[in-house]
Nanobody
Framework: QVQLVESGGGLVQPGGSLRLSCAAS????????MAWYRQAPGKQRELVAA???????NYADSVKGRITIYRDNAKNTVYLQMNSLKPEDTAVYYC????????????????WGQGTQVTVSS
């Protein structure tokens, strides 16, 4: 059974930074295109950033220039470095397979992790 475990969230002031981590266990991780998603209260889950197995990246327009996704395949971990955070970045952040890469992306790992809460507020 594959588990995706997100961590690193917290409360940060506007303009601050956080680094999120997503650790995958139980399956070869390096071959999969991965992504970070977020879901704010009352809103649909949206894709924030994606990274291919070859480390090509793609970002939502709302986070370009402020957020960087990268991966360490030796550690089975994908990261999200978030800088210049804004209140509108407040959400629960999840990682999973990249939905733009797989027709049934939720089936790649079989389930979502618990997510990690990011709150940007003064």
């Amino acid at each position: 059974q594959v588990q995706l475990v997100e961590s690193g969230g917290g409360l940060v002031q506007p303009g601050g930074s956080l680094r999120l981590s997503c650790a995958a266990s139980g399956r070869i991780f390096s071959i999969f295109a991965m992504a970070w998603y977020r879901q704010a209260p009352g809103k649909q889950r949206e894709l924030v950033a994606a990274i291919s197995s070859g480390s090509s990246t793609n970002y939502a327009d709302s986070v370009k220039g402020r957020i960087t996704i990268y991966r360490d395949n030796a550690k089975n971990t994908v990261y999200l470095q978030m800088n210049s955070l804004k209140p509108e970045d407040t959400a629960v952040y999840y990682c999973n397979a990249d939905r733009s890469y797989y027709s049934d992306y939720e089936a790649v790992f079989g389930s979502w992790g618990q997510g990690t809460q990011v709150t940007v507020s003064s």
